[in-house]
């Protein structure tokens, strides 16, 4: 059975030899390799052509509009194998046999529930240039092991049967941004998710560049604005998603001025919708404080992300949810966050 190994590139000059090199170390499997740049103007498509020719697996070059959605969709045009996984330029693995393990997880895990309807995604590691532990990527590193809505993202790479991404796909293309998120809720919906037994590192390089808590808070807008259906807020809104190569410290200020301006061209009550509905995303994602907190201990007691317990976590599942889980949960949260909105505006 061929693995189609699909991976979007834009200014990866630098990352296509560590790419080409853990693929190739891999065994016990046969996979192909579908490039597709959405144009680079760093010597990316040449390099990535390069390294095709001599490589000792399969790999095939293309080009498309630029979008990761877009690149993707058309790497899956490329792509001939029965399975399609799919990865960012940065990931590496540390384990020869990562591959044929998360495919025979994959295939195990089908054959068990009766159905196709299952994709797999990696254990995630952070590589940093700091030596010092970051109990930010270690809160990243421990949620991505959830699987809960909104914790899986394209960094832990997708893996699933063609015949399933062709009932939920394609991916999306509207934005510069948010497939990965978006396919991410239609496998849930369709299906279900499943942890692969494999660590796929990947690159620090943006945290690093424009701030964690930045880059961070700004996710959380995002991913806010998606939930509640208001991503409109944030078309044509520039820098959101820079190439990596430009990267630079993230200004928040500019991103929340420019959506109080757009949030002031609603009406009222449109704006009071606005506060209620990030409300209910905030009491809905409260659990992230009592998982910090398990995550807080485990880090240190020097634990790898993923393996300890969760007590608060769980206590919050059974009981706090439900304490907050209505409307005046909902407008009290809302109410916190347009503070902390204004406050950021100062």
């Given at each position: 059975?061929?693995?189609?190994?699909?991976?979007p590139?834009?200014?990866?000059?630098?990352?296509l030899?560590?790419?080409?090199?853990?693929?190739a170390?891999q065994?016990?499997?046969?996979?192909?390799?579908?490039?597709?740049?959405g144009?680079?103007a760093?010597g990316?498509?040449?390099?990535?052509?390069?390294?095709?020719?001599?490589a000792?697996?399969?790999c095939?070059?293309?080009?498309g509009?630029?979008g990761r959605?877009r690149?993707?969709?058309?790497?899956v045009?490329?792509?001939?194998?029965?399975?399609?996984?799919?990865l960012h330029?940065?990931?590496?693995?540390?384990?020869?046999?990562?591959?044929?393990?998360?495919l025979?997880?994959?295939?195990?895990?089908i054959e068990?529930v009766?159905?196709s309807?299952l994709?797999?995604?990696f254990?995630?590691r952070?590589?940093?240039e700091?030596?010092?532990?970051?109990?930010?990527?270690?809160f990243?590193e421990s949620?991505?092991c959830?699987g809960?809505?909104?914790?899986i993202?394209?960094?832990?790479?997708y893996?699933?049967?063609?015949?399933?991404f062709?009932?939920?796909g394609?991916?999306?293309?509207?934005?510069?941004?948010?497939?990965?998120n978006r396919?991410?809720?239609?496998v849930r919906?369709?299906g279900?998710?499943l942890l692969?037994?494999?660590?796929l590192?990947?690159?620090?390089?943006?945290f690093?560049r424009?701030?964690f808590r930045q880059?961070?808070a700004?996710?959380?807008?995002?991913?806010?604005l998606?939930?509640?259906?208001?991503i409109?807020?944030?078309?044509?809104?520039?820098?959101?998603?820079r190439?990596?190569?430009?990267?630079?410290?993230?200004?928040l200020?500019?991103?929340f001025?420019e959506?109080?301006?757009r949030?002031?061209?609603?009406?009222?009550?449109?704006?009071?919708l606005f506060?209620?509905h990030?409300?209910h995303?905030?009491?809905?994602?409260a659990?992230?404080l009592?998982?910090?907190?398990?995550?807080?201990?485990d880090?240190?007691?020097g634990?790898e992300p993923g393996?300890g317990?969760s007590?608060l976590l769980?206590?919050?599942d059974c009981?706090?949810?439900r304490m907050?889980?209505?409307?005046?949960?909902y407008w009290?949260?809302?109410?916190?966050a347009?503070?902390?909105f204004r406050?950021?505006l100062?």
């Amino acid at each position: 059975m061929i693995l189609s190994i699909v991976i979007p590139i834009l200014n990866e000059v630098d990352q296509l030899p560590q790419l080409f090199g853990t693929l190739a170390e891999q065994a016990g499997i046969a996979f192909e390799v579908i490039l597709i740049d959405g144009g680079s103007a760093d010597g990316s498509l040449e390099r990535a052509e390069e390294l095709a020719g001599r490589a000792s697996f399969p790999c095939r070059v293309g080009s498309g509009p630029r979008g990761r959605g877009r690149q993707l969709n058309e790497g899956v045009k490329l792509s001939t194998g029965k399975s399609l996984l799919f990865l960012h330029a940065d990931s590496q693995f540390g384990d020869d046999m990562a591959l044929a393990k998360a495919l025979k997880c994959l295939e195990k895990s089908i054959e068990k529930v009766g159905h196709s309807r299952l994709a797999g995604h990696f254990s995630v590691r952070f590589r940093s240039e700091s030596l010092t532990p970051s109990l930010g990527f270690y809160f990243l590193e421990s949620k991505a092991c959830l699987g809960r809505p909104g914790c899986i993202h394209g960094d832990q790479g997708y893996l699933l049967r063609r015949s399933f991404f062709d009932q939920i796909g394609p991916f999306d293309e509207t934005l510069g941004f948010l497939e990965d998120n978006r396919l991410a809720q239609a496998v849930r919906q369709a299906g279900g998710w499943l942890l692969l037994p494999v660590i796929l590192q990947t690159s620090s390089r943006r945290f690093a560049r424009e701030g964690f808590r930045q880059r961070q808070a700004l996710n959380a807008l995002i991913m806010n604005l998606e939930a509640i259906g208001r991503i409109d807020l944030l078309k044509s809104l520039p820098g959101i998603y820079r190439q990596q190569k430009r990267t630079q410290e993230l200004q928040l200020l500019p991103f929340f001025q420019e959506l109080d301006m757009r949030l002031s061209r609603q009406s009222r009550a449109e704006r009071f919708l606005f506060w209620y509905h990030t409300g209910h995303y905030l009491v809905d994602n409260a659990w992230q404080l009592a998982f910090w907190w398990d995550v807080r201990r485990d880090f240190r007691r020097g634990l790898e992300p993923g393996v300890g317990r969760s007590p608060l976590l769980n206590f919050f599942d059974c009981y706090l949810f439900r304490m907050i889980d209505h409307s005046v949960g909902y407008w009290f949260a809302g109410l916190l966050a347009w503070g902390w909105f204004r406050w950021k505006l100062l």
